[in-house]
């Protein structure tokens, strides 16, 4: 008998499994902000959030959250097909997340590169960390969750494209999120300056040089597709800048600057 939940992966590892710890826990890393704003996207990161769960609710206290939201995460794991569609209820710690069928199918028959397969979900957590800090802001929160693999820039513009004509045409407010650390392991010095060289080419909205030269410097920006896909999709539907809400790293919290892990968050609107 196939599973119709996705159960989560990271609980208790990267984030509190108990509901009430965990709801406590990002009501104390969220700022009390200005009025949210509207956005296309948003990039945010994925690690235990002890160690970037304070840029990621940052981040998402600046936007607002619609009830349906298209997550973008990399495929850590290398399992499944290279663009996966989530079609399963994900149950959470603090709640059910229900996938939006509607958008859903809209992307399958738009993309043929875009399809189901729970494998490359199974024991990813790019997505999964996302999730709770997404129901925080929004109650009535449906999810589209999508595992992108190391694909090339053609079909990252082929999904980019099916994402923002789905999104026009469906007549609601609907959030990209690209999940994505930054540079992985290398000493704050180095890390900071491919990351900052990486936030400049997002903020000069250039999709292909940006994944390019990513890809051309070897930096270890994990979620480089999610990041490109979005940053097309989101410019297809008109977004004109990028706003860098914060950035840090691992070592600002582990007191280790040797073997660093960068974090961003990012607003494209």
């Known amino acids: 008998m196939h599973s119709t939940i996705r159960r989560p992966t990271v609980a208790d590892r990267f984030y509190p499994g108990d509901p009430a710890i965990l709801s406590r826990d990002i009501v104390k890393m969220t700022p009390v902000s200005t009025k949210p704003q ?25 936007v607002r959250v619609p009830e349906t939201v298209i997550i973008l995460g990399p495929n850590h794991h290398g399992q499944g097909d290279p663009v996966a569609l989530s079609a399963l209820a994900w149950q959470m710690p603090m709640g059910m997340v229900p996938i939006d069928s509607a958008i859903m199918e809209a992307l399958l028959n738009t993309s043929s590169a875009i399809t189901i397969d729970e494998t490359a979900h199974r024991f990813e957590h790019s997505l ?34 099916a994402i923002a004509k789905v999104i026009a045409g469906s ?22 300056k491919k ?38 999709a989101a410019m297809a539907l008109g977004a004109t800048k990028t706003e860098l809400v914060r950035y840090t790293d691992s070592g600002a919290v582990s007191g280790d600057t040797d073997q660093v892990v960068g974090y961003a968050g990012v607003i494209i609107s």
């Open 195 to 232: 990351d900052h060289y990486a936030l400049k080419k997002i903020a000069d909205m250039d999709p292909a040089i940006l994944y390019h030269s990513i890809i051309d410097h070897r930096i270890s920006m994990c979620g480089i597709m999610p990041v490109t896909v979005a940053l097309i």
């Open 38 to 62: 509207k956005a296309h996207a948003v990039i945010s990161p994925h690690a235990g959030y002890v160690y970037s769960g304070a840029v990621a609710a940052e981040t998402f206290a600046r």
């Open 128 to 161: 999964e960390v996302q999730v709770p800090f997404l129901q925080a802001r929004q109650q009535h929160l449906s999810i589209v969750p999508i595992v992108v693999s190391h694909i090339s820039y053609p079909l990252c513009q082929e999904v980019g494209a």
């Open 171 to 192: 007549g609601k407010e609907i959030l990209i999120v690209a999940s994505s650390d930054m540079t992985h392991y290398e000493p704050r010095e180095a890390a900071d």
